[in-house]
């Protein structure tokens, strides 16, 4: 077929022309205009179908990588930088998300936005001259590399089951579903709700004892020497602050890796007083502070605390957040059951609040901890211990290895003496008691549901009792890599006077044998 031939076809009435190609026949004018406006595409698939057949063309570029793409120590700086800047002006959730794999969710304040961060990125990167990404592709690896670090909407409800029932209820068509999500997240809103007013309620009872029967001597006192029994403590760890700090943090920093220190906290409502224990990585337990969150290290402040800062009271009452590799496992529960056995208390009463739902005082403390910091200048921990004690009257801070903190393997100790609580992850409320000689614990889901008794312990209380304590763990201290780091790429932004405090020189690796 000759080209006018085409063209007239295409210009003409003619609209069932046909074109037979290698015993295949065309009606449609679409391929003609094809064949004519992209002729050396056809040609390129008319020399693939001789060599290779009817198989379909791979590009030339594929699985290899485009020369324009940003290099991998350039994505790093932004992952890094992220996740400082999260540490910096982060709030984190109280709980992880389902599908998060244990990852605590960070809250970036609503005011803030994913052009103001990248602004700030690229101010770091012209500081300490790194090659910036673009805002669309910082944005990607945000997305793609810390999910988890999030923007605060201005009126953010930050409970996923209260999430996922809203959405039914918008999401429901008929009228009868409408209904029914909406009955379930009146249910659990009154169950939060409910819980909330437990928490508080005590609170409130501490204070008013508090008033009334205050010890006339300030702590340490011996256990079971007041007459108090209504005392409430609550305990968490914050997220992690890092050494140096400075109110103008300069923009390289964001790019490394600091010194972290750990922040636990015990809250006594009823005075009120927090004491925050501050724990740098070489002091924890672990290598490196890897092991500075498990349930040794919760129960060994827990311990201390009750030793040196407690009130001597008969009973009291705990209220922790809902998570398990921390709190709320067979240690903390198997301690506290110890405790009483041993006449430390008469009885202990422990809560779980919900998920989503455990804003509490010992929050508010950490949050004016963080509000100080923020305008601070730290490079010590003795600095960063005179920030906690400014940032509010309640606060007051606690250092390792200043005190006569140690740690315990409690774990491994209790597993000889105790069994585990059955779907522990069910129950929010515990309570132990002295008076019984087989560790009971009773337990239940919520504060209107019967109590459900349980015995832990396995050997008699004599036994136990004459088991003492724990072997001491050491400190794990710093890897050889880790401070060889701290001395090459933090020392430098340390003031002179504090570098051999913070990023002292390297010591040598001991022998192996």
Request: aromatic share 10%; charged share 25%.
């Amino acid at each position: 077929m000759q080209k006018r031939e085409i063209v007239k076809a295409i210009n003409g009435k003619e609209k069932g022309f046909l074109i037979v190609f290698r015993d295949s026949r065309f009606v449609s004018v679409r391929f003609v205009k094809f064949i004519l406006s992209e002729k050396k595409h056809f040609a390129n698939l008319l020399a693939h179908l001789e060599e290779h057949g009817p198989v379909p063309r791979v590009h030339g570029n594929t699985q290899r990588r485009p020369h324009n793409c940003l290099p991998f120590q350039d994505v790093r700086n932004v992952v890094v930088f992220l996740d400082n800047y999260a540490t910096e002006f982060g709030i984190p959730h109280p709980a992880p998300l389902h599908g998060r794999d244990g990852i605590l969710p960070i809250f970036l304040p609503a005011s803030h936005t994913c052009k103001s961060v990248h602004k700030v990125y690229v101010e770091s990167c012209a500081t300490s001259g790194h090659r910036p990404a673009g805002i669309t592709l910082f944005s990607k690896i945000w997305e793609q590399c810390l999910p988890h670090i999030k923007f605060m909407p201005p009126r953010s409800d930050v409970c996923e089951t209260c999430e996922k029932m809203r959405r039914r209820v918008v999401e429901a068509v008929s009228e009868e579903a409408k209904l029914a999500a909406t009955g379930a997240l009146s249910d659990h809103i009154l169950y939060a709700q409910k819980e909330r007013n437990f928490y508080q309620q005590k609170t409130r009872d501490a204070k008013e004892e508090w008033d009334e029967h205050a010890p006339a001597v300030a702590p340490p006192h011996r256990p079971v020497t007041n007459e108090l029994k209504k005392v409430h403590y609550t305990f968490d760890f914050a997220q992690n602050v890092s050494l140096p700090h400075t109110a103008r943090q300069m923009g390289p920093l964001y790019f490394k890796t600091p010194y972290k220190v750990h922040l636990f906290g015990v809250n006594c409502e009823a005075i009120p007083e927090q004491v925050n224990f501050l724990l740098g990585e070489k002091d924890t337990i672990g290598e490196d502070g890897k092991k500075s969150h498990n349930p040794n290290t919760v129960v060994s402040l827990l311990h201390y605390f009750f030793d040196s800062h407690g009130q001597g009271e008969k009973e009291c009452f705990l209220h922790a957040d809902n998570c398990v590799g921390q709190n709320k496992n067979k240690t903390v529960i198997s301690y506290l059951a110890w405790r009483c056995l041993k006449g430390l208390h008469e009885k202990i009463t422990l809560s779980f609040m919900i998920a989503g739902h455990t804003r509490c005082l010992v929050d508010g403390c950490f949050g004016l901890v963080k509000q100080k910091y923020r305008r601070a200048d730290c490079f010590t921990m003795d600095q960063l211990a005179e920030v906690v004690k400014s940032s509010a009257a309640p606060n007051v801070a606690q250092c390792y290895p200043d005190s006569d903190i140690n740690w315990h393997q409690w774990d491994d100790f209790f597993v000889n003496h105790f069994r585990k609580v059955p779907n522990i992850t069910k129950m929010h409320h515990f309570e132990f008691s002295s008076s019984n000689l087989t560790g009971e614990v009773k337990c239940r889901q919520t504060v209107d549901d019967d109590w459900l008794s349980i015995d832990l312990l396995k050997t008699s209380k004599e036994v136990l009792l004459a088991a003492g304590l724990p072997p001491v763990i050491p400190a794990g201290g710093l890897s050889t890599k880790r401070q060889a780091y701290l001395y090459s790429d933090i020392r430098p932004f340390v003031p002179e006077a504090w570098k051999d405090v913070l990023c002292p020189a390297p010591l040598p690796a001991p022998e192996e044998d």
